[in-house]
Structures are given as structure tokens and as C-alpha cells.
């Protein structure tokens, strides 16, 4: 027996995870509970550590780097910097044949040309994020949809930048009228495609998608579409965004 086999058998159960059943630390969720079987809840909590000194030693167009003095546990300080960013969203646009639209196009820190989602900052402060998506999607990828749902809302590099990202699903996707967005820089060169879903997750795990938003959203889609509730079971495209609050 490999051990793939050993990992099949032993230790994920199947039908637990259809149902949402207990988890391999012994909690049951059956219920709905977000809580292990010590109690914890399982979910990110605002906390803030003592800061002695903060300076802004860069402020580029739209980020910059801030630098601060953090009390540690153990009583004593130490330096941390990082990059303070307005905040993004970002967009899966699901076709009615579970193809997912993605773009080509060059990032240079990595001297790469990557398949991503659609994205974009936000660029007022307070900015609705669903108003910003939806003006991405049609700068983009000159696409428009009908249904808005939020995937799943994370910090993009929480040990290295401040920057909070929502991704949201759009389905029931239609071509935009009126004219085209006048591309710019690197936008200039954007290739699109569609792609099904299983063959996104596929190339994922053969280390051929490196872009992490379009990693985190194809894996968020693929766990929503397989797992209880399917896609209704997502929140609605209005729901609160602690990291980046916001007026309806």
C-alpha cells in the first residue's frame, strides 16, 4: 500500500467532508460550528501590537512602505516593514460551460507573463468594491455580468504588505456594449481565454499557474461547486469587507 493509498483510506473521509462532518482533529461541524474540539473558534480576529515609532521612508503612486517598531511577547522590539496598499478586488467570470475567463499578460518583478483574473486597485478610498470589479471585468476583458456573489475575501502577503483582496464570482456573463477600454501599458499586449474549471485545478497542481489570485479563486470555485450548498451557498455580492469597509 502507497501512500497515497494510506491517505485515501485513513485519513479523509469522504462522505465527512460532503456533509461537513468531523474534522481530522476530532471537531464535528455537522452543525454548522466554526469551532475544533477544544472550542477554539476557527476564524482571523482584529488584534493590534504595541507600535513605538512608524515612518514612511517610500510613497510611490499607489503604495508605499511603511516602516514600524513592534513590542514582541516577550516584552522586547523589533523592526517590521512593509508595503501599505490601497486594497484590490478582483473577478472569476464563470461562462454557462464552467470555463473561467483569464488574461495573459507580463508582470516584470518576475520577468514573467502570467494567466490571471481580471483585477484592479481600488482606487478611492471607501471605494464599493462590487462597483470597482465590475469596472475591471469590463476595462479587461470587455465583459459584463449578470449574477455577483463574493468567492472568498484574504490578504494577498500578510507577512510582507497590508494589501486585502476580494474576489468575487460573476456569472451569467455577456459581452459589454459601447466600445472598448483604451488599454494601456502593459495591458496593451493582453491575451484572454477561457478555460474549464477541471483543467484550471490540473494545471495548478502541475506547477503551470503561478498567479496567486487565480490559484486561490480557481480553488475556491472548484471547493464551492463540489461542496454542500454549491454556490448559493456563497455570500452575496454586498457583504461587509472588515479589511476595506465600504458604502453600499
Known sequence: MDDQDTFDRDAFDRDAFDRG????????????????????????????????GSTTPFQGKVTGVR???VRMPDGGWARRDYQIHPGSVSVLALDDQQRVLILRQY??????????????????????PLHAAQRELYEEAHCKAGTWRVLVDFYTSPGGTDEALRLFLATDLAEAEGERYEAHGE??????????????????????????????????LHAALTGPGGLDALRPADSPWPARPFEA
Open 107 to 128: 508582470r516584470h518583478p518576475v520577468r514573467q507573463r502570467l494567466w490571471e483574473l481580471p483585477a484592479g486597485l481600488l482606487d478611492v478610498p471607501g471605494e464599493n
Open 67 to 69: 516602516s514600524e517598531e
Open 187 to 220: 495591458e496593451l499586449e493582453i491575451e484572454t481565454a477561457r478555460v474549464p474549471v477541471a483543467e484550471l485545478v490540473r494545471l495548478i497542481h502541475a506547477g503551470e499557474l503561478h498567479n496567486p489570485t487565480l490559484i486561490t479563486g480557481t480553488l475556491a
Open 21 to 52: 462532518g468531523s474534522g481530522s482533529d476530532g471537531s464535528d461541524r455537522r452543525d454548522g460550528s466554526d469551532r475544533d474540539g477544544a472550542g477554539r473558534r476557527i476564524a482571523d480576529v482584529a488584534e493590534e501590537w504595541e507600535v513605538r
